[in-house]
């Protein structure tokens, strides 16, 4: 193993795979993420375990001391929209409820606790006997789950319940009539991480299986089913008989402590009856190594649910057998010719003699029928996903391993993924689109569950780790530099050393003048040379480097850029930088010939106003031809720097901040195009008045003597300019309060100062004396909303009364979701940024000003209505 591949193998909790952002790839690669709703798995995870149609016992309003039997019409994350039994389909009396707060009990409470069911005033006249009503609507009726409504679990996601410790039972994947106890050792997300119960915690044997697999069930579900309850022959030889019944009798008197709620199964796929028999032959992808299809055989049926299938093998020396079990509804089995009817290649069995593989021939041969068309479901195409798109998924060779993965190739409901960044070089994967081993985009991130960036998603991070940590700087581009030595050595198109694109050393003089915009210290810290190899690459690096040992990464990719005006004699490359949190990038010009690479240092060197031997294909031994180190900075500045106004345009191809969600000019007072990403806010009395090509001064950064500063730029302000800036600024910190989600203690005290933005510019920037006078500082500001006056009390709101609110806001076009979800006054009162988010689908910007309306009536209803 060379040093680069030791290095992605130990990188498994590296600070690089940390820094992998899935926006930032799908941007870089220009891919989209396969579609949340194509994971029917991951959905069901994340529902709460309350559904439409389930009962509870509810407390009467007002008195709260009666109860009544209503029913769930609809849920929103943690809110119910309930309707009394009795009301019909008469919506006018349904109610939202939090399962927070709210006097919520399963069917059967009051008569347990000896509370009194009575009917409400509203239906009194339609129930004229309430015991034979409640025993109508409740024949058959299915309660609201009761772990879900009372202690400590009240609210909880059903996965809160596989906890550590849990127990539950696995069948054998060898045989359908055993099973035998695993206990839970992780639980990612409803992805379990299992150890068969009696084996030690260093045991090899783990497995991971998602919470809804069709094998894994409650405790108890053998006996129920009369299979029997025994380990796997994988792992029986290691304990005696005696010791195996030793832990069944252990886990029984343990049993009440670990159990797992067997309603939280009631979600698992169903499984059918079969109709195949033994001998039957079929195509199959091994699900332990689904890489290829191959002819397989049914060898054996143990009832009319399971059976097993076993690829087929002629080598007679062959003593092991790949076997597993399956249903009828089992992913990786297809009727014979189904390969050739789809255009895939089928690998022959092995020992197959000959390399055409002929079903027919080969169904004679072995005097076996195939499987019917009738044997197999029908399989459909309405699924979401498309070739090129980007999930995670789980690595098959290794399942403890989830991996970013490309959709190479879709047939029906199978997918073919390419998995990138796993420790190992793994083929394609054929995985089915109901696979519980694949997951929507981001999904380890929510889980907290480490991903596998690709090889060179880790590079480009350790790139930028050298902007935020640049004490690391030295690890950072030797590994970076050695992997552009590899890269180089294994490239296809690699040229010879001497070659026309071949670019010779670029050495590093660190004693050589740095210049007002690269920190000295960082390098010397550099390697002492980049190269060779071909001129894109090489350069690249060296840009990169150089960006990352500055005082201000941002301002030196900014003194790179292209200017829209400059005709291009080379390659644009796309650099970046991170500085204070923010990612900046630009196109910046990169020769492609070795003939002008020392002109292209050179010149380099000069745009950063450092010595024009800083850094080139001349190493510097003892004194600088410059004679930089004699030259003061003001003397250096003026033989080398810039003196001239210089306008920086935006780069050909549009490059915008990658992280930042507004824009702002820069700080001079010039009037110049906007640079490609925003700076941190300023004080709207604050002035810059540093000359354009002079440092802004941050830290270390070092400062232009004063008779360095261009007057000219600092006498061409005008009012229209200060008054775009002004705008700017205070669009700026309105929006900056949006850039982060607040608590909802905060939520009303940030989003008061949310109004009609027209109206906004119209108060702030309104000149009363005279017209063409800027405002002052202390003029500008953003008012408090006006207050909001209601007509009537929001408890009493029907959803028509919400929608024609909201129509009458800037959320108007949000009316319809509210409409759709029937939302009245009072579940418009419990809304909360979280909610709306969640069960709203909204992104954080239309969320924050729907909330602030919300705010609006809240405030309203407190000062007209509360008392």
Same mark, same amino acid.
């Given at each position: ?31 989209i ?6 994971f ?30 209503a ?12 309707? !009394?039994?009795?009301?019909g389909?008469?919506?006018?009396? #349904?109610?939202?409820?939090d ?47 009761a ?24 069948? $054998? ?30 045991d ?19 006996a129920?089913?009369?299979?029997a309850l ?11 008989e ?39 032959k ?20 143990? $009832? ?8 087929? #093998? ?12 399956c ?13 050739l009817?789809n255009?895939?290649?089928? =690998? ?6 000959g ?59 199978? *997918?073919?993924l ?8 793994v ?19 929510t $889980?907290? !569950? ?35 030595? $590899?890269?180089? *050595?294994n490239?296809?198109?690699?040229v /010879? ?19 007002? !915009? ?68 630009? @196109?910046?010009? /990169? ?40 030259? +003061?900075? +003001?003397?250096?500045?003026?033989? !080398? ?14 490059? =915008?901040?990658?992280e ?5 000019p820069?700080k ?5 195009k ?23 001064g ?38 900056? =309060?949006?850039?982060?989600?607040? @608590? ?14 027209q ?10 004396d ?38 009458? +806001? ?17 579940? *418009? ?39």
């Amino acid at each position: 193993m060379n040093g680069e591949q030791q290095h992605d193998a130990d990188a498994g909790s590296g600070v690089e795979e940390a820094e992998f952002n899935w926006d930032e790839y799908l941007e870089d690669t220009g891919a989209i993420a396969a579609p949340h709703g194509s994971f029917k798995h991951v959905d069901t995870s994340l529902q709460n375990g309350f559904a439409p149609g389930m009962k509870l016992e509810v407390a009467v309003k007002p008195d709260h001391t009666t109860y009544w039997v209503a029913t769930i019409i609809t849920t929103c994350g943690q809110l119910l929209l309930l309707r !009394y039994d009795g009301y019909g389909e008469d919506r006018k009396a #349904d109610f939202w409820c939090d399962i927070m707060t709210a006097d919520l009990h399963p069917i059967g409470w009051c008569e347990q606790n000896k509370k009194i069911l009575k009917v409400p005033e509203g239906i009194k006249d339609k129930i004229s006997d309430q015991e034979e009503f409640l025993r109508q609507t409740l024949a058959g009726a299915c309660s609201a789950p009761a772990n879900l409504l009372e202690g400590l679990h009240r609210g909880k996601n059903p996965l809160d319940f596989i906890a550590p410790g849990s127990r539950l039972e696995c069948q $054998n994947s060898q045989d359908s009539l055993e099973a035998w106890i695993v206990r839970v050792v992780e639980n990612v997300g409803g992805r379990l991480k299992l150890r068969y119960e009696g084996l030690v915690d260093s045991d090899q044997s783990d497995q991971w299986m998602f919470y809804l697999d069709p094998f894994l069930h409650p405790v108890g579900w053998a006996a129920q089913q009369g299979y029997a309850l025994q380990p796997p022959a994988a792992i029986r030889s290691l304990k005696s008989e005696a010791e195996w019944q030793d832990i069944l009798i252990k886990v029984k008197e343990e049993e009440e402590g670990s159990s797992v709620p067997t309603d939280l199964f009631k979600d698992k796929p169903v499984i059918g009856v079969h109709s195949f028999t033994a001998s039957m032959k079929l195509e199959a992808v091994d699900p332990m190594a689904p890489f290829v299809l191959s002819p397989a055989t049914v060898v054996k049926v143990f $009832n009319e649910k399971y059976f097993l299938v076993e690829i087929d #093998d002629l080598r007679p020396e062959c003593a092991t057998s790949r076997s597993y079990v399956c249903h009828v509804n089992s992913a990786g089995i297809f009727p014979v010719q189904w390969s050739l009817k789809n255009g895939l290649h089928l =690998s022959p069995p092995a020992g197959y003699p000959g390399q055409d593989f002929d079903w027919a021939d080969y169904l004679k041969q072995c005097g076996a029928e195939a499987a019917p068309q009738s044997c197999f479901p029908m399989l459909t195409s309405n699924h979401g996903f498309k070739e090129n798109m980007k999930l995670e998924a789980v690595n098959p060779v290794d399942p403890g391993e989830i991996c970013i993965a490309t959709v190479t190739k879709v047939k029906e409901t199978y *997918l073919w993924l390419q998995l990138e960044g796993s420790k190992k070089p793994v083929p394609e994967c054929i995985v089915n689109v109901e696979s519980m081993n694949i997951f929507p985009v981001g999904w380890c991130e929510t $889980n907290g !569950y480490q991903l596998r960036p690709p090889r060179k998603a880790i590079v480009n991070k350790q790139k930028k780790i050298a902007v935020v940590q640049p004490e690391k700087q030295i690890l950072s581009s030797r590994t970076v530099h050695e992997r552009l030595k $590899n890269q180089e *050595l294994n490239s296809t198109d690699s040229v /010879v050393i001497n070659g026309k694109y071949c670019c010779p050393k670029i050495y590093f003089n660190h004693r050589c003048f740095s210049g007002p !915009y690269l920190n000295k210290g960082r390098i010397a810290e550099l390697p002492q040379s980049v190269g060779p190899g071909n001129c894109v690459l090489v350069l690249k690096e060296v840009l990169t480097l150089l960006i990352n040992a500055a005082y201000k990464p941002s301002r030196v990719l900014r003194e790179l850029q292209l200017d829209e005006d400059t005709a291009w004699h080379g390659h644009g490359e796309t650099l970046k930088a991170k500085y204070k949190g923010k990612s900046y990038r630009a @196109t910046v010009e /990169v020769v492609r010939t070795a003939d002008r690479v020392a002109d292209f240092c050179r010149t380099t060197c000069i745009k950063l106003e450092c010595c024009p031997n800083l850094f080139g294909p001349q190493m510097v031994l003892d004194k600088c031809s410059e004679n930089c180190s004699v030259l +003061t900075k +003001t003397k250096y500045t003026h033989y !080398y720097g810039k003196r001239k106004n210089k306008r920086i345009g935006r780069p050909p191809g549009g490059h =915008s901040n990658l992280e930042a969600s507004m824009k702002k000019p820069s700080k001079r007072r010039k009037r110049r195009k906007h640079f490609f990403v925003h700076k941190k806010k300023r004080s709207s009395t604050s002035v810059d008045n540093s000359p354009v090509g002079s440092t802004q001064g941050s830290g270390g950064e070092e400062e232009d003597d004063q008779d360095d500063v261009d007057e000219e730029s600092m006498s061409e302000d005008s009012a229209s300019e200060q008054q775009d800036e002004l705008l700017e600024e205070s669009e700026v910190s309105e929006k900056k =309060s949006r850039s982060s989600s607040p @608590t909802q203690s905060e939520l009303s005290h940030c989003l008061a100062q949310d109004q009609d933005k027209q109206k906004r510019k119209l108060r702030t920037f309104s000149f009363s004396d005279d017209e063409n006078k800027p405002p002052s500082p202390k003029e500008i500001k953003i008012e408090v909303a006006e207050k909001l006056q209601l007509d009537s009390n929001p408890l009493e709101w029907s959803v028509a009364d919400v929608v024609r609110f909201l129509r009458s +806001t800037d959320c108007a076009p949000l009316a319809r979701i509210f409409l759709d979800q029937e939302i009245d006054g009072q579940a *418009l009162l419990l809304l909360t940024l979280p909610t709306v988010q969640e069960c709203m689908d909204l992104k954080l910007g239309p969320a924050i000003k729907l909330c602030h309306h919300i705010e609006r009536v809240k405030l309203a209803f407190y000062q007209q209505f509360a008392n």
